[in-house]
């Protein structure tokens, strides 16, 4: 990854990491980032936070699955199948 980096002559702020093959897996952090801040501000007592935060954030990306697959099988149904 390092002489990756090196050939691509990364710059902080003025060209973005080469991150294109796995940028599905940046909605994990996003989602639990959402997931904690989201549940920080409801919960009643700071201890409930981490579990509540981490069924959050399993229904957002169950969601994201969710919505994902629908649209693929519209797309199929709609386009391909006509």
Same mark, same amino acid.
Do not use: H
């Given at each position: 990854m390092i002489?990756l980096l ?5 710059r902080p702020?003025l =060209?973005p990491?080469p991150v294109?093959?796995?940028?599905v897996?940046l909605?994990?952090?996003l ?14 007592y700071v ?6 935060a981490?069924?959050? =954030? ?21 386009v391909?199948? =006509?």
């Open positions: 002489d090196a050939e691509y002559n990364y702020f =060209t990491l294109w093959d796995y940028w897996l909605l994990i952090p989602c639990a980032g959402i997931a904690i801040v989201y549940k920080t501000i409801k919960c009643r201890s409930q936070v981490p579990k509540e981490l069924i959050l =954030t399993l229904f957002i990306l169950a969601a994201m699955v969710g919505v994902g697959a629908g649209v693929l099988l519209s797309y199929k149904i709609f391909e199948w =006509t």
